[in-house]
């Protein structure tokens, strides 16, 4: 089974710092996302990579980068945390290939104060 | 407005009762997911459909291509099926997706 791994599950930080959020999968998959799930707004993506050091803007990604230097892993960065980043963060990951599916990690709820 | 529309946002059902959640879309697009979302926050991926109908045991889904409509139903529901269930469409490029909000399910026992 693929296995998506988010480092932490909750996360409680201040205004100004610079947060990490680490995905790792398992798969060899080429692609993988970060989202954002916010109550009555669903699943919004940030950022996603399709290749090693190769990153794409999602639909929200001010405030926030992404650094992907092994294939198993992409980093979320939030370089100056606020309040209004205070979510759920969602990591995924899917193989190339037309009928692939998303697997996704079990989520980290960051608090930012 | 959202490519993806979901009905209902939220849902309460005594056990064993059946139950359909509906997704609308309004892109063009490769294939449609079906999310199972525990309180937990992880997310499973049951169905990935591109044209009618897929089976797992109680859980049925559907599309309509021409109508982009799709449906998930739950058969004898049961308190271990409540959840958030969330429709994403794949867009024509692959790796666009568009996400509804989301149902909210409850079953009661």
Redesign the interface.
Known sequence: DVKVTQSS?YLVKRTGEKVFLECVQDMDHE?MFWYRQDP??????IY?S?DVKMK?KGDIPEGYSVSREKKERFSLILESASTNQTS?Y?C?SRGTG??Y???????T?LTVV | K?EVEQSPQNLTAQEGEFITINCSYSVGI??L?W?QQHP??????LF?LSSGKKKHGRLIATINIQEKHSSLHITASHPRDSAVY?C?ARGNT??Q?Y????TSLTVIP
């Not at chain 1, 009555?40 to 993506?45: F, M, S, V």
């Not at chain 1, 599916?101 to 989520?107: I, L, N």
């Open positions: 599950r692609n009555g707004l669903g699943l919004r993506l996603f399709y794409e759920m969602l995924a037309y009928f599916g998303y697997t996704f990690g079990s989520g709820r | 959202n490769s294939a997911h999310l937990g926050g992880g997310i499973v991926s990935m969330i994403a692959g790796n997706f996400f509804g909000t989301g």
